[in-house]
């Protein structure tokens, strides 16, 4: 039973031309399967050619009791037929499995946009659960927007009706049956979920055909029913896209793929120490089924011993690798001052999650700067890397390897929950693309003598196997003596030592920054780093079209910074830092260049939208 | 620095560093690092072969004055380095220098896990019942009343028993030695010839904060009388053989009973078992004063090791695979975009 409330009058729709993209949010309860609707979705969406972003959002709890608004889950998926930056401002169209989804996430949704919920969950239990003191379906408050009512809950059992399966598991093929019914509603194929369902279920044949079955219902819901107005089929082309072949990348599937390449271009075998913890764990997931790449991996007693394995590791001749999210990494950070100590190669990476302690484990942040670039006692200078996205991780990851066997260095590789989560369309590299940077380790005594803390021309020290005859020395965490590595408590020795500490990092060869979008020199620069990339490309893109004189600069090299970047900064009347903290990296800038840089600060949880850092240039430019 | 083709002997001396050693004299860390030397060439043992892994502490600086690898880390953390070092290359020796505060307190949980996993190294606890370099307060083996500087009216808290905590935590092998007994480098080879985590109490005088803290047993005149050293397949004797240990059966206990002219068999004592996980226990938990110190291998009884787990499962799991890195790159769903028709 379909119940239009808002129908589009012609003049509301020639104000609205078909969109170029469309944002489509998948929100039910924690055990309803949204994050894997949304991922099949995403799937057959890449496979259609189109560009997009996309953004899950869950509950810290793995079940959160059924129909609470915290248990909610959602998955936003933004696609279209030009470049997609972000995962959508807001949504055109929201999937509500239940009342506490429909609440939790209706807010969100555009003026006009359609409202998909299911009508059987609608029961007064459930409308308890989520607060509604009357039924939002029938009671007017959704006016606004465009809404379609069915019960998906009986048109699903309905559906699956000749398997056999006990209600439950009946139910579960809901998620099915509102995928199949999406599928139709953007013209999607929907062979590609069959084979996967077939391949998922292949010991449970007939979860496989009962998956499908509702699939098809859905679908075929959407082909014949009569449904009023606002159901209406989308056909949204394909992008414009650089020939060549594509996959759907996650933040974390590219960077343990960047961590396997950059082995590779280093030629060494790696290791990998890590610790369970939200949302790093992927990557040691991803990792540890890679053995036949030379990878080790190590799931320790705790985040200390993570990384201490992997300083063992790397003192061993291998690359050691650890991972974790900021309460790991405050956990690690003397075993860190070590590394620094002992000058051996490391690669950390952060996926920062909205803190501090335990502080929201499933949410985004950029919180984590202050603690990668400063967080650890003594002078301990460290480089720190951040990737923008999923795609853009693979090169960080390489480039976090380079720099940490090149220099002889730990090195923190930023990246957050919403880039290790959010999957994207990736051009496959080449790897023939990329410049190995082979090691070489040190296997004789080298003329003039061997001394463990020798200096190459890249300030970094020798890297010595154990089990090398005639290279025998002992290294550790008390100050070493300049060249010989032995123990030196000398005040000029410490001096010397520290800024030989200190100028081997600001030695490293960073790039040039370079400017994203716009001039070298202006009215406004827009200066950021990390995952808050899309909403600032697209918020400076439009800001341009409207003839506004603003730029867009983005910095993946944290620390050491670019070289030219003070130089750069300068050139602009204004420069504003939209980060999601309260003015990290704004702090270091103003600190580093004594530029007059401004905060615009976000600190919800969520990323930012478009609109946000839009309103902020005007208001600078105003 | 040495000059050694690989087959040459080593000697004692071969393994030390011209690094000056800065323990307080009379420490029994002199005693503990002499018996390593000379155990190392009797043991066949390589210098560049060898890695000597440890914490912080007065026994953490060991590392130094061994002319090996070594790596001084950081406050209880050895265990996870050198779990680190090994994985990464198994052909190495590996022994692990710690103390009661390094491997008791501060990184009791990686030793714990070190031992669970009975990755194939050496530890040798130096227990001196007192944190030494941070100037003398009470450690976790400490006796209950111990004064220190921050327990100057007696430590409260009751001690553990480092060889039970292992055994509890999974051992395979478990020993106890003292500084300055001639027996430590027989404990040393056993713990080396076993393949697993050999782990080795060694009771070490402080002479400076807890001076004589073992005297009750290792003093010349109570010797005989309250040191029990064990011996794989002979009678659990001491005393100069007056004395045994045998089972009580009804209480499933030990219990220490006289030996009358050497005829211990008439007396029941116990014919050493070191594969006797049970008697194991009950030998480390043995109060001492109404029983003797039960020292030497105390069990030893071998099982797979961590390390030749790892290197079989990464073996396995790679069997027939080819690691291609642009073929893993192109995996999962993938589509092809082609050239535009108007683009070239």
Known sequence: MASAVHELTPAEASANPPAESIVVRFAGDSGDGMQLTGGQFTLSTALAGNDLATFPDFPAEIRAPQGTLFGVS????????????????????????????????????????????????????????????????????????????????????????????????????????????????????????????????????????????????????????????????????????????????????????????????????????????????????????????????????????????????????????????????????????????????????????????????????????????????????????????????????????????????????????????????????????????????????????????ARDEKRARPWVKPGTPGLLHRIGGIEKQLGTGNIEYGAANHQAMTEMRRDKVLGIDVPDQEVELGEAGGKLAIVGWGSTFGPIHQAVRRARKKGLDVSHIHIRHIWPLPGNLGALLKGYDKIIVPEMNTGQLKTVLRDQFLVDARPLNKISGQPFMISEIEAAIEEALA | ???????????????????????????????????????????????????????????????????????????????????????????????????????????????????????????????????????????????????????????????????????GSGARFVARAIDVNKNLPAVLKAAYAHKGTGFVEIFQNCIVYNDDVFAPFTEKANASASQLWVEQGKPLLFAGGTKGLTLDTEKLVLKVVDVVDGDWAAAHVIVHDQTNRAVAHMLVEMPFGPFPMALGVLYDDPAPTFESAVVAQNAQASAGKKPDLQKLLSQGQTWQVEKQPHSM
Not at chain 1, 95 to 116: C, E, F, Q, S, Y
Not at chain 1, 178 to 191: E, I, N, P
Not at chain 1, 231 to 250: F, S
Not at chain 1, 396 to 413: D, G, H, K, N, S
């Open chain 2, 1 to 167: 620095m040495n000059d050694m083709t690989p087959v040459a002997k080593t000697l004692p001396k071969d393994w030390e560093t011209d690094q000056e050693v800065r323990w307080c004299p009379g420490c029994g860390d002199y005693a503990i690092l002499k018996a390593v030397q000379r155990t190392m060439p009797e043991i066949g043992a390589r210098p560049e072969n060898t890695v000597f892994v440890s914490g912080i502490g007065c026994s953490s600086r060991f590392p130094y004055y061994m002319e090996t690898y070594g790596f001084h880390t950081i406050h209880g953390r050895a265990p996870a380095v050198a779990t680190g070092v090994k994985l990464a290359n198994p052909d190495l020796d590996v022994w692990i220098i710690t103390g009661d505060g390094d491997a008791l307190s501060i990184g009791g949980n990686h030793t714990m896990h070190l031992i669970r996993r009975n990755l194939d190294c050496q530890v040798l606890l130096f227990n001196n019942e007192i944190y030494g370099l941070t100037k003398g307060q009470y450690s976790p083996t400490s006796h209950v009343g111990t004064r220190s500087p921050s327990t100057p009216f007696g430590s409260l808290d009751r001690p553990l028993t480092p060889c039970a905590f292992v055994l």
């Open chain 1, 74 to 453: 959602a998955f936003q998926i933004n696609f279209g037929s030009t470049a997609i930056d972000t995962a959508g401002d807001v949504p055109d169209v929201l999937i509500a499995m239940n009342p506490a989804a429909l609440k939790t996430n209706v807010d969100a949704l555009k003026a006009g946009g359609l409202i998909i919920a299911d009508e059987g969950e609608f029961g007064e239990r459930n409308l308890a659960k989520a607060k509604y003191a009357a039924n939002p379906l029938h009671d007017g408050s959704l006016a606004k927007w465009q809404l379609l009512a069915f019960n998906i809950s009986q048109l699903t059992l309905d559906a699956v009706k000749p398997f056999g399966l006990g209600n439950k598991e009946a139910l579960r093929c809901k998620n099915m049956w509102t995928l199949g019914l999406a599928l139709w509603m953007f013209d999607r194929d929907r062979q590609p979920i069959v084979d996967w369902l077939k391949a998922k279920f292949a010991k449970m044949p007939v979860l496989a055909e009962a998956n499908i079955a509702a699939l098809n219902a859905g679908h075929a819901y959407g082909e014949t029913a009569e449904l009023a107005g606002p159901m209406k089929q989308h056909h949204v082309a394909a992008a414009p896209a650089e020939p060549g072949l594509y996959r759907t990348v996650t933040g974390a599937e590219s960077i343990s793929l960047g961590l396997v390449a950059g082995a590779q271009l280093a030629g060494v075998k790696m290791f990998f120490g890590g610790y369970p913890i939200t949302p790093a764990s992927a990557i040691l997931h991803h990792l540890s089924r890679l053995k036949e790449f030379g990878i080790t991996t190590f799931q320790a007693e705790d985040e200390i011993a993570a990384i201490a394995s992997a300083i063992g590791a790397s003192y061993a001749g291998q690359l050691g690798v650890t991972s974790s999210s900021g309460p790991g990494i405050a956990l690690k950070g003397e075993a860190m001052g070590l590394a620094i100590m002992t000058e051996l190669p490391l690669v950390i990476i952060n996926s920062q999650r909205g803190g501090p302690s335990t502080g929201l484990p499933t949410k985004t942040e950029q919180s984590d700067l202050y603690q990668a670039v400063y967080g650890r006692n003594g002078d301990a200078p460290m480089p720190v890397i951040a990737a923008r996205s999923p795609a853009d991780a693979f090169d960080c990851a390489i480039e976090a390897v380079r720099i940490a066997v090149q220099y002889m260095t730990p090195v923190m590789l930023l990246t957050d929950g919403y880039i290790a989560n959010a999957a994207e369309p990736w051009l496959v590299p080449n790897m023939d693309d990329y410049a190995p940077f082979p090691v070489t380790y040190l296997e004789t005594v080298p003329e003039g003598g061997f001394l463990p803390y």
